[in-house]
């Protein structure tokens, strides 16, 4: 099963994976509701930081959901039918991916197994293999 | 007799210089920023990089040429032992 | 017709009432001059009345997105922070990287304008529609550095912070205004308006959008345009080098000043090159929406920067008789804290070198002084002992005591470090730049240094060369695309605007776009007052030749200056004194 991988070293914190993944699901560049936000800043103007919050397909959200609305294949999929917003999946998650959003969970689905970050990436930090 | 009289003949139409390129331009020594070649006595630095597979007409962000660290224009006259600099467009600030 | 892009609100904020409220953005001033640089000139023209003195509260300031900002076209995430300069009494647009014009275009405005004053020290908070007026005495006296560490602890790394440092406080003429701690809105003193304003900083979150027409089409095509335009290697030496790549090219081609521009050249260059810097590397950030990532984090022992770029090495290296790297770095990193221009504070250091050493007034520094270097920075910033005199700044130094023969400035902003006796047209650039001496309007060394065959040592055609480089960088800073997508063609801004906007523009349009900018720069500064008389060139590039280089010899003719300008204005249609006509002045 192929997952995303991130090499911060040849990150430039450009967030266009956010920009991108946003546009594909929701129809604007939008960071805020993207399902990846992997971010670099200065702490302190001392040290180069990385917040990295992308989807590992641990598969812990399908594991705790309460509802089985999650499954987990090649990807993760959200059944929002069945999804009840009681946000276990955004606490469980271990990379801070989940997003829960009027009442129903957002996750990144790799879209479909050919994820628009990973073809944006401009400095191939984030690879699917 | 005749041999070394010959060879000698041959060695005073060339000379030997230094090539370097910069940027996007080693491309063209396979990534190595040097070398060290044989070229035609007294040639110019376009005949000079014509010889090493560069025609800075057909680069397309073809910079500018140096001689031993100064600016030269692309038909100036090369020298025995010259370092030849050659550098792609840059801009910016 | 409605512009896909934008988001067609503009936040106006009212300080000395601190109040704010966000009005239609003028969608018909957008059409003629897109957004970023260009539209923010319109507005300060209609908006500035001429004769407002820079440092009052009638003086406002323009934070300007374009519509391409928070879209992943590349390089497209600088903010274009305007004002009156007071500096020069020019008008006056920065370019800042970071972070701060997506948070902005985000929170669902194209652009912000900051009008009057704020009675007591304070800072904005701008949420999404949410602003607030916050206290900023605790603040205030602090460096920038540690300005955005204490608010990025209260308000999070994910907002963008951008703020001054005590030079800016202290309305030092060269203050600047920083973010994401290396990253300035540089020159002709904007840090300083800032201050004027008692205003420390503004602290942006956005959590909104951007819509383009098409958009998954459109990214995909954006997707492809990154990849086999902007990542091409003749942009992407700048991830490798950043700008140092340019101080090998500018000493062989005869145009890296030495010592206050005395002469060019440095046979020690190699001791603070490129490569001597970056071994220091320890990381890589670029800008918001950036492809091609040029920030290089440096630690050089404690001297920790991103950075430093051409100007700053060469100002504070071979400029000021100094070839050790980390005292560059420092100055850097001190330069950013303080709030200070590195451009200007090292050209008026330099300057003050330069005046010691010949007796004409004792500063108290010499060329090669690193440790006064930096110990002067920080009086300057804040007016204090020698710093209250070098405060002032090149072009009043000189008013001041003398040594009017070598000072570099044009219209009071001090010169960047490309020496044009060895680029003639640089002169020129120099000369005409809407905002006093920037290497940015037009960057000559592109047609006449680094290109192989264009004599550089001569006025002949060098209006026309001029003119082209400045509409290029005009339309292309009005978008706004990075200056180091190098490759950028006409065609391609205008297949992105198309992409963008869902109106039709094409590569004529571009060209139009870039010229009306310049007109109307210009046409601010004509309203001041300005005319050919202030379109300078230093004493020094006249009477003294250089003595190194391949341009040693070579001095620039007042003739030949002359001629230049002459050419220049013809090329736009403005009359010998510089002056543009009715008739262009009407259709801006």
């Known amino acids: 099963m192929k997952r995303l991988k991130f090499a911060k070293s040849k990150c430039i914190g450009c967030q266009l994976c956010a920009q991108v993944c946003s546009a594909m699901h929701e129809g604007e560049y939008i960071p805020s509701k993207a399902r990846i936000n992997i971010e670099s800043y200065y702490d302190k103007g001392q040290e180069l930081k990385y917040k990295d919050s992308f989807c590992i397909l641990c598969g812990i959200c399908k594991k705790q959901c309460p509802v089985n609305a999650i499954s987990l294949e090649e990807h993760i999929t959200v059944d929002h039918d069945l999804c009840i917003g009681c946000g276990v999946c955004e606490r469980a998650c271990p990379k801070k991916v989940v997003r829960i959003r009027d009442e129903k969970s957002y996750i990144c689905d790799t879209c479909n197994g050919d994820p628009a970050c990973v073809k944006i990436c401009p400095q191939n930090a984030l690879t699917f293999e | ?93 | 017709m409605t512009m896909l892009g934008y988001q067609n609100k503009v936040l106006r904020v009212d300080l000395t009432k601190k109040g704010a409220k966000t009005e239609p953005l003028r969608m018909d001033w957008a059409e003629k001059y897109i957004g970023s640089k260009g539209l923010a000139i319109k507005y300060m023209y209609e908006e500035l009345k001429p004769g407002i003195d820079p440092l009052s509260p009638e003086n406002k300031l323009f934070l300007t997105t374009g519509p391409m900002t928070g879209t992943p076209i590349p390089c497209s995430g600088k903010l274009s922070i305007a004002a009156k300069s007071p500096a020069t009494g020019t008008m006056n647009d920065c370019s800042i990287g970071g972070h701060s014009a997506l948070q902005i275009k985000y929170a669902g405005y194209d652009m912000i304008i900051l009008e009057g004053a704020l009675k007591e020290p304070g800072y904005l908070l701008i949420e999404d529609g949410n602003v607030q007026f916050k206290d900023a005495k605790v603040l205030w006296g602090r460096g920038s550095h540690e300005t955005e560490m204490l608010l990025a602890e209260k308000h999070g790394h994910d907002h963008s912070i951008l703020s001054i440092g005590p030079a800016g406080e202290n309305l030092v003429p060269m203050a600047c205004i920083n973010s994401d701690y290396y990253r300035q809105a540089g020159r002709g003193g904007i840090g300083a308006v800032m201050g004027s304003k008692n205003l420390k900083a503004i602290v942006i979150k956005g959590t909104g959008g951007v819509k383009i027409p098409d958009i998954v089409e459109s990214t995909k095509k954006i997707t492809q345009i990154l990849r086999e335009d902007t990542l091409q290697e003749d942009n992407t030496f700048i991830y490798d080098f950043g700008t140092t790549a340019f101080l090998e090219a500018c000493s062989d081609g005869g145009i890296l000043p030495r010592k206050n521009f005395s002469d060019v050249t440095d046979e020690n260059w190699t001791k603070y090159n490129g490569e001597v810097l970056l071994e220091k590397k320890v990381g890589k950030r670029g800008c918001g929406s950036c492809g091609l990532g040029c920030g290089n984090f440096l630690k050089f022992g404690d001297a920790i920067v991103e950075g430093p770029e051409y100007e700053s090495i060469a100002v504070a290296g071979p400029n000021a008789g100094i070839d050790d790297p980390e005292a560059i770095v420092k100055f850097n990193q001190v330069a950013d804290d303080m709030g200070l221009d590195t451009i200007s504070a090292g050209d008026t250091i330099n300057f003050a070198m330069e005046m010691t050493e010949k007796g004409v007034h004792d500063f108290g520094i010499r060329f090669g002084d690193k440790e006064k270097q930096i110990e002067y920075l920080k009086l300057m910033a804040k007016r204090e002992g020698v710093g209250a005199d070098l405060a002032l700044g090149v072009r009043k130094l000189a008013e001041k005591y003398g040594g009017e023969d070598y000072a570099l400035h044009v219209k009071g902003l001090e010169y960047p470090q490309y020496e044009p006796r060895g680029s003639w047209g640089m002169s020129l650039a120099y000369a005409v730049s809407d905002r006093g001496a920037c290497h940015m309007r037009a960057y000559a060394p592109n047609e006449e240094v680094f290109a192989a065959s264009i004599p550089p040592y001569t006025a002949e055609g060098k209006g026309e060369m001029v003119y082209n480089l400045a509409v290029f960088n005009a339309i292309k800073f009005s978008l706004c695309i990075c200056d180091f997508w190098a490759t950028i063609s006409f065609e391609r801004m205008a297949e992105l605007m198309t992409l963008v906007t869902g109106k039709e523009w094409t590569e004529q349009d571009m060209k139009d776009v870039g010229e009306r900018v310049i007109h109307i720069a210009r046409a601010f500064n004509q309203r001041e007052g300005f005319d050919r008389k202030d379109d300078t060139i230093p004493k020094r590039l006249i009477n003294e030749a250089l003595q190194s280089g391949p341009a040693a010899g070579q001095k620039i003719p007042q003739e030949a200056f002359d001629d230049m300008l002459d050419q220049y204005y013809a090329v736009l249609g403005w009359d010998k004194n510089g002056i543009i006509p009715e008739d262009i002045l009407c259709r801006l």
């Open chain 2, 1 to 93: 007799m005749i041999l070394p009289v010959l060879s000698s003949l041959m060695e005073r139409s060339i000379m030997k210089i230094t090539i370097q390129l910069r940027g996007s331009l080693v491309k063209y020594f396979q990534g190595e920023k040097e070398r060290t070649v044989e070229v035609p006595d007294n040639c110019t630095a376009e005949e000079a990089l014509r010889t090493v597979g560069i025609d800075w007409t057909a680069v397309k962000n073809f910079g500018f040429v140096a001689v031993n660290g100064k600016r030269v224009m692309i038909y100036d006259h090369l020298k025995e032992g010259d370092e030849l600099k050659a550098y792609p467009k840059i801009s910016g600030g």
